[in-house]
């Protein structure tokens, strides 16, 4: 089997070398983390099998625990880390791979205004002039 194709069947090959629980998938998608101290948005970064990065503006709490809505992802999350800009959420129940397949396709036919919303998001969670 090719490295490209394997990389494929598994999502991503990890970039860091190091063994990981699950391979993750790349994304760059928008969602919500809803909880009792409020609903920040978020962007999702990459998805595995267990859990999530995602990019936020305020960096949440480890332990915190809330909803995380991102097209067809709809589930309590704890979090696990955080660091500057980015905290990793783990699933309470591991997804399937049938699930992560499922995201990945959601990504694929993302809408291009839904793309551009996103992006002007992040632009203005820099600071950088909207055009």
Known sequence: MKMASHAENNFEASF??????????PLSLPGTFIS??????????NL???GVLIAIREPLQAGSVGYLRCGPIDHFVIVKRKGVGLDAVVFELPVSDAFVARVRDYKNSFAEK????????AQEW????LS
């Open 36 to 45: 009792t101290m409020g609903n920040p948005s978020c962007i999702v970064t």
């Open 16 to 25: 860091d070398k190091t063994i990981r629980v699950a391979p993750r998938l």
């Open 126 to 129: 820099a600071g950088a002039e």
């Open 114 to 121: 839904e793309l551009n919303d996103m992006r002007l998001t």
């Open 48 to 50: 595995s099998r267990t």
